[in-house]
């Protein structure tokens, strides 16, 4: 097929051409900016006769080689290539060894509405390049593999425009005639296209310094509209805590004397790490305790950590092609999380990044887009900015570290630096460095790469009382998924595991062996992480004294399901006494998903729990020395699109009906435990984002949530003044949240009050949205589509369309209501939104890939709208791959 979109991995070659040096001009203009790019190149192997350069929306004004203008057709030619997004400018008639061409475009910012290449927020000209963002300023060798210094020259009117900002540092500064004025940036760091960055506008800077470690200063500039100045404090902060843990914990120091990070309100993604300009969305950096919840700060922290650390995982070595974008974003995810673990608590981080993989990344690898962390084909890469190429990728390099342990894999991630600084490199390159500095052979380690689907590992375990030997057999399943039809092989599975004692104490574990193989000394300790590398596998443990209960999979060391032989009071003394905080968590979550089972089996409306289970969750609520930030995870159920995967293809809204119920038993038969809990962790202190005030805030919620689902007055006005009393945001939306879990005259006047509170903060609004968009009682489409056209709502913001569309799409009542009104306007949302703003069209596509988890009527109807989708001309590229997978 001529047309076929579709890139493979296995067709990459390197870019013919060397790029050393690219100057750049912006004149900038709203509507009429002029682009000149010159470019030196050098044939790389051979001497060519062409070059292909790639460019999308552009008005082509002049081309010369050499300093010879070049005509059209004589040449160069503008020519169509499938696998490439845009067009092809091929320029003719190439000297040998080396030549410089001059480019010149033209385009208009002010009506560029997807929030890629350089467009305008409010009223400030801002770029956005990743992944294929550059080629709408000019004709460029847009791809990662293709490294090169910048200086770029910048000039602009001066009263609109003060500040002019690009990558590295400012080497040059004019007043022009005209109003107009101009600044020179340079790069000494060779970078690809997609590190690219340039703002101005009118911005006001809050600057600060960090000293490194070899002792070189560094200015911090963070850049906003003079009306959030006030807000930027807490990014600051975060900076140079990132900064810091970078050099203590990576021995990872900054490599320039500025850092730039400009905040904007028109974002489709979190934030983008341009090489010393980062690019923020605002709800990323923006925070007060007023108007930020303890989720936005920590959540505002790892950002700024991400895109701080990817100055070496991903700027100074980049990825070679788009495949391997895991390379990057694994690896900085993995990173962003230790950071966030060694600032504030490890075990909290660790059970929400699991809480996270499962309700987001096993449905994708269980859904019509299914694919494997480094991807072999795409349609358009902007659909691979998934939780697998991120979250997925994280736990592949987080099993690195199980296997190699804290230094071996330090040794490796410092050999990776020392190979690879200053190139392009492959998830292959990675994986060598990592064994060869450890002399490991982790082969079947490499297949998580490779194979999409989240494997099964089947545990059952005998206890031999006469022996004293317990023996463990393991079989890891690997699931069919959508992305290919191949046999999957068995992977390096590590799974950590311990023993307890029915008392709950610890077991030293002593010898084991492996399929009758010579047994090794484990020494005495209480962890040990086993390597299930086959299909199947069993293990023997030696000299247990007593029938062990088995903590499995430990820190959830490997991104898989478990399905194990343990009885429902083993999971109960897990969960009172492992010394593992995770598989705590998890017991819980194995006990309340059984419940919750059993209660949709049932189909009754009420769930009657069993004793045990109530008395097993009595005893976490009423626990004084347990962590609150850790109650209030054990109390928070499974997500419905995990309970859906274990049950496969039926009604969604049962199962979240079952949930709701369980919920509610829970808290008739725990109401005087939950009221207590909520009252003790009332606080008028002062807000700090501290571990405790996190914990405690967290922890009342949750109480209040329990107590708001009993819908009973009491508990509504404790929820309203809650909701008045609160001297923070997290209070306030945690409170209003719970009011809004009932449709009512408390509901409606709270979110009333909460809107003139907030009418003038479009970070608040978007809360606001967002908890209106997921109310889950009945006929709430109707308010949606009311909302769509209330001042508050803006469809050329991406914040908002996510706050309002997207958010309506995650909800159960109301999207997946039986009559196809949900599915129809999140596809007319889609229709509208593609003309303008494919990226986050296509973000809002994605709540059709799971549509074989739901039952038969559902699944048609969803498939009704699909079709109505495909049959729409001019569909984007990025709406297309999803749809035409949706389909298939
Ligand atoms: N690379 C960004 C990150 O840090 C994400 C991003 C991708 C932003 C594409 C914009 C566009 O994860
Ligand atoms: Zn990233």
Redesign the pocket.
């Known amino acids: 097929m001529g047309d076929d979109r579709t890139v493979h991995l296995k067709d990459y070659a390197p870019y013919p051409f060397l790029l050393h040096d690219v100057f750049l001009t912006f004149e900038l203009h709203p509507e009429n900016t002029r682009v000149e790019s010159r470019l030196q190149f050098e044939h790389s192997t051979k001497d060519r006769d062409s070059i292909d350069l790639y460019g999308e929306a552009l008005e082509l004004v002049s081309v010369s080689l050499n300093g010879k203008a070049l005509a059209a057709e004589e040449g160069y030619v503008i020519v169509k290539d499938s696998k490439v997004v845009g067009d092809v400018l091929r320029i003719k008639h190439l000297p040998p060894q080396t030549f410089t061409l001059e480019i010149v475009t033209k385009i208009s910012p002010a009506t560029n509405t997807t929030c890629e290449g350089l467009y305008q927020s409010s009223g400030n000209f801002c770029t956005?390049c990743?992944?294929e963002g550059f080629r709408r300023m000019t004709f460029f060798p847009d791809r990662p593999d293709v490294m090169s210094k910048y200086t770029t020259r910048i000039v602009a009117d001066k009263s609109t425009n003060p500040v002019l900002l690009s990558n590295g540092n400012l080497i040059a500064q004019e007043e022009l005639g005209d109003g107009k004025h101009s600044a020179t940036w340079q790069d000494p760091f060779p970078k690809p296209s997609y590190l690219f960055a340039l703002v101005a506008g009118k911005l006001v800077a809050l600057e600060d310094a960090f000293t490194t470690c070899s002792g070189k200063k560094v200015d911090l500039k963070i850049w906003t509209t003079d009306k959030n100045k006030d807000k930027v404090g807490w990014a600051m902060e975060s900076l140079k805590r990132a900064m810091k843990w970078d050099e203590d914990r990576w021995g990872r120091e900054y490599d320039l004397n500025i850092f730039n990070i400009v905040v904007v309100d028109d974002f489709?993604?979190?934030?983008?790490?341009n090489k010393s300009l980062n690019v923020f969305n605002s709800r990323l950096v923006l925070a007060t305790p007023e108007t930020a919840t303890d989720s936005d700060y920590i959540h505002i922290q790892g950002v700024i950590g991400?895109?701080y650390f990817?100055n070496w995982t991903g700027n100074r070595v980049t990825c070679r092609d788009w495949f391997q974008l895991s390379l990057k974003?694994g690896l900085?995810v993995f990173r962003d999380q230790e950071f966030t673990s060694d600032l504030n608590s490890r075990l909290v981080k660790r059970i929400e990044d699991v809480q996270f993989l499962r309700q987001n990344q096993y449905p994708e690898d269980a859904g019509a887009m299914a694919h494997p962390v480094r991807p072999p084909s795409y349609e358009a890469i902007d659909n691979f900015?998934s939780c697998t190429v991120y979250e997925k990728g994280a736990e592949i390099i987080r099993m690195y570290e199980t296997l190699l342990g804290k230094e071996g894999f330090r040794k490796g991630l410092d050999l990776y630096f020392e190979r690879h600084d200053g190139q392009a490199v492959t998830c292959d390159d990675f994986y060598r460095a990592m064994m060869d500095a450890n002399g490991y052979d982790g082969r079947n380690l490499f297949l998580w790469y490779q194979q999409a689907g989240t494997p099964t590992v089947e545990l059952s375990s005998q206890y031999d009382e006469d022996k004293k030997t317990l023996t463990v057999r393991m079989e890891q399943q690997l699931p069919a998924t959508a992305d290919t039809s191949e046999e999957k092989q068995p992977m390096l599975i590590p799974v950590a595991l311990g023993l307890l004692d029915s008392s709950g104490k610890e077991m030293a574990l002593g010898r084991m062996s492996e399929d009758g193989a010579e047994a090794v000394d484990l020494g005495g300790v209480t962890t040990t992480v086993i390597r299930l590398m086959r299909k199947q596998q069993t293990f023997v443990f030696e000299g247990i004294p007593s029938r062990p209960v088995l903590s499995i999979l430990r820190g959830f060391s490997a991104p898989v399901k478990i399905r194990s032989d343990r009885t429902e009071q083993d999971l109960m003394l897990l969960l009172s006494y492992d010394s593992d905080a995770y598989n705590r968590w998890d017991s819980a979550q194995t006990l309340a998903k059984e419940e919750i089972l059993k209660a949709w089996r049932a189909g009754a409306g009420k769930a009657e729990l069993r004793a045990e289970f109530i008395d097993a969750f009595r005893k976490v609520v009423a626990d004084k020395n347990a962590d609150k930030h850790f109650i209030s995870q054990v109390l928070s159920f499974p997500s419905v699109s995990e309970l859906l995967e274990e049950v496969g293809s039926t009604d969604p809204t049962a199962v979240f009906a079952a949930r709701n119920a369980v919920e509610k038993s829970l808290a008739e038969a725990l109401e005087r435990e939950m009221l207590e809990v909520f009252t003790s962790n009332r606080s008028s202190e002062a807000y700090k984002v501290d571990n405790e005030g996190i914990g405690r805030r967290a922890l009342m919620l949750t109480a209040l949530r329990f107590l708001s689902s009993l819908n009973k007055p009491e508990h509504n006005e404790r929820a309203l003044k809650a909701f008045k009393e609160a001297n923070n945001m997290t209070e306030q939306v945690g409170a209003l949240r719970c009011l809004c879990k009932n449709d009512n005259e408390l509901s409606r006047k709270a979110l009333e009050d909460f809107y003139q509170q907030w009418k003038h903060d479009d970070l608040v609004l978007c809360q606001w949205l967002r908890i209106q968009a997921q109310m889950e009682t009945p006929n709430n489409l109707d308010k949606v589509r009311r909302l769509l056209d209330h001042e508050a709502f803006d469809l050329k913001n991406p914040n908002k369309i996510y706050s309002l569309i997207l958010a309506f799409s995650r909800t159960y009542t109301n999207f997946h209501a039986i009559d196809g009104s949900g599915y129809s306007f999140i596809t007319d949302c889609i229709l509208k939104l593609d003309k303008s703003n494919p990226q986050v069209a296509s973000a809002c596509t994605e709540c059709f890939t799971s549509l074989r988890m739901y039952d038969d009527v559902r699944q048609q109807l969803l498939t009704a709208q699909l079709q109505r989708l495909a049959k729409e001309e001019n569909l984007s590229g990025n709406v297309s791959e999803i749809v035409h997978k949706c389909l298939k």
């Open positions: 956005q990743e992944a489709n993604m979190g934030a983008m790490e991400h895109e990817h974003e900085t900015y």
